[in-house]
């Protein structure tokens, strides 16, 4: 029993830490493309101005990333697909 909750918490461990690299490695090619600009995170009044053009949780992973970073890549419906399932799930 210990053996079993054990596995399923190290998934999901790995889990979280899939989506965290893919949604980081995503934000990274929409910065890089100069979609969007990361470095007004560093100030307050551009991180306000950052989040009103990008959207905060899910919309920041519907619109912005898919928009902008997996349009970039071949095969965009495949995966924009994968990170709706690695984040909803």
């Known amino acids: 029993m210990c053996r079993d909750a054990g596995i399923i918490s190290l998934g999901?461990?790995?889990?979280?830490?899939?989506?965290?690299v893919l949604v980081f490695s995503l934000l990274g090619v929409a910065h890089?493309?100069?979609r969007i600009n990361l470095d007004n995170l560093l100030d307050p009044a551009g991180a306000d101005l950052f989040l009103k053009i990008t959207g905060r949780d899910l919309w920041l992973v519907g619109v912005t990333l898919s928009e902008s970073a997996l349009s970039t890549l071949e095969f965009p419906w495949l995966w924009s697909g994968l990170l709706f399932a690695l984040v909803t799930n």
Do not use: G, I
């Open 12 to 20: 999901h461990f790995v889990w979280s830490v899939l989506c965290a």
């Open 32 to 34: 890089h493309a100069h």
